[in-house]
C-alpha cells in the first residue's frame, strides 16, 4: 500500500488548507485512515482518525471543531479539511492506514496501531 499526502503551503493564521491522502494497492475501502503531525522538534502526534466507511471520526483535543476528517472511498482518498489555523498547527502532516478498520478510541491514536504511513506533506501557518 502506498499513500500519498498533498495539499499542504503556507497559509496566514485563520485561514485554511485541505490535506489529501491517496492511497494506491490495498483494500482501502477496508482501512482505519489517520492523520498525524510533526512539529521541529517535537514527537509526532495524532491528529484524527476515521473508521473504514466513514461512520465513526476520532479528533485530537487541540483539533477538535476546527479540522474535519473524511474519506470517499470510491477515490481511495481521505482528507483533512482544516479551517481557522494556528501557528501551532505548523507541522509536517502525515497520513497513515490501520488494516483494521475499526475505530478503537482506546489504540487510534497510537503510531504503532498503523501498517503503512504517507510521505508527509508540510503546513506552515504564519502569524
Known amino acids: 500500500v502506498q499513500l500519498q499526502a498533498s495539499g499542504g503551503g503556507l497559509v496566514q493564521a485563520g485561514g485554511s488548507l485541505r490535506l489529501s491522502c491517496a492511497a494506491s494497492g490495498g483494500t482501502f475501502s477496508s482501512y482505519l485512515m489517520g492523520w498525524f503531525r510533526q512539529a521541529p522538534g517535537k514527537e509526532r502526534e495524532f491528529v484524527a482518525a476515521?473508521?473504514?466507511?466513514?461512520?465513526?471520526?476520532y479528533y485530537a483535543d487541540s483539533v477538535k471543531g476546527h479540522f474535519t476528517i473524511s474519506r470517499d472511498n470510491a477515490k481511495n482518498t481521505v482528507y483533512l479539511q482544516m479551517n481557522s489555523l494556528k501557528p501551532e498547527d505548523t507541522a509536517v502532516y502525515y497520513c497513515?492506514?490501520?488494516?483494521?478498520?475499526?475505530?478503537?478510541?482506546?489504540?487510534?491514536?497510537?503510531?504503532?496501531?498503523?501498517?503503512?504511513w504517507g510521505q508527509g506533506t508540510q503546513v506552515t501557518v504564519s502569524s
Open positions: 476515521i473508521s473504514w466507511n466513514g461512520g465513526n471520526t
Open positions: 497513515a492506514a490501520d488494516r483494521y478498520g475499526i475505530l478503537d478510541t482506546k489504540v487510534v491514536a497510537e503510531l504503532d496501531e498503523y501498517d503503512y
